[in-house]
């Protein structure tokens, strides 16, 4: 009877996974299909001409690669000192777990009011107006918690010995966290890191009311400029377009080029990841 039971929980796992696997190929094959015959060098180095039903998707790219990066910038210093605090120096008490409870929230709250909060915020209260830096802000906020919650269980699985021998040599709380816990613990933030780079890369209704533009043929200037953006640009050529039989292959053209700019962008992080794991092994 064990062995038929753990034969059915074998099977139905290996279905469940099978489902996700083929779900997910059939997904990139439909949007490979129909992007791919406007994938070439100058649809990705040239500008948009007549009103984008011509010319190439450059300065998405651009965007995309300013508010991403520039969101990480933001909630990467944040994360990783709240995180600190919570695991190292935070008390177990009522305050600490109401904090707490309000990361999980956030993490869990919908893009959009991430979007409006921003507009409210950065883009009216604070005068930045619609711009990367706003949008940079806004994301930054969105993938906070993603950051806490994954440094902060990175810091927690240091072993306690690690932090016993360091305080037995001498060595200070936080010259024991610098030298000793960031350095084992930096996997497992770089894992919140790729997971928050693909979040922020792929949102659209944060940047839609805080840092994109419809159309522009020219690159950003400053952090005050607005930006075209690649997840902006896929809606506005699905919604907004007069000419959809020209703008179609390139919507699906431009996902195609996000998937792989978020592909490209985690590969780099995992890398890093990878090298920091085999450097720190222990």
């Known amino acids: 009877m064990r062995k038929f039971n753990q034969f059915i929980g074998f099977t139905f796992s290996k279905l469940a996974v099978s489902i996700v696997i083929l779900t997910l190929f059939a997904i990139l094959l439909f949007i490979f299909k129909r992007g791919f015959s406007v994938l070439n060098p100058s649809f990705i180095f040239e500008f948009p001409k007549d009103g ?9 790219i651009i965007g995309t690669l300013c508010l991403s990066f520039g969101g990480i910038l933001f909630a990467l210093p944040l994360g990783v000192m709240g995180a600190i605090y919570l695991s190292e120096y935070a008390k177990s008490n009522i305050v600490i777990r109401i904090i707490r409870l309000g990361i999980n929230n956030l993490a869990g709250t919908p893009s959009v009011v991430f979007g409006l909060f921003g507009l409210a915020v950065f883009v009216k209260f604070f005068g930045f107006g619609v711009s990367i830096l706003s949008g940079s802000l806004t994301l930054g906020i969105l993938i906070l918690p993603v950051i806490i919650r994954t440094t902060e269980e990175a810091i927690t699985a240091v072993p306690k010995e690690f932090r016993e021998a360091s305080y037995a040599l001498g060595a200070t709380k936080w010259e024991t966290i610098k030298k000793v816990v960031l350095p084992v613990a930096t996997p497992g933030i770089l894992t919140g890191v790729i997971l928050g ?12 009311f805080t840092a994109t533009t419809f159309y522009t043929r020219y690159l950003p200037d400053s952090i005050f400029s607005e930006v075209m953006a690649l997840p902006y640009h896929i809606y506005a050529l699905m919604t907004e377009g007069t000419k959809s039989e020209l703008q179609l292959p390139i919507a699906y053209g431009t996902a195609v080029v996000l998937l792989f700019l ?3 962008i985690n590969l780099i992080a995992i890398t890093i990841r990878y090298r920091a794991r085999k450097e720190k092994k222990w």
């Open 262 to 264: 978020v592909l490209g």
């Open 52 to 60: 984008m039903t011509k010319g190439g998707i450059f300065p998405a």
């Open 197 to 208: 780079v693909g979040r922020a890369a792929g949102e659209t209704a944060p940047i839609l």
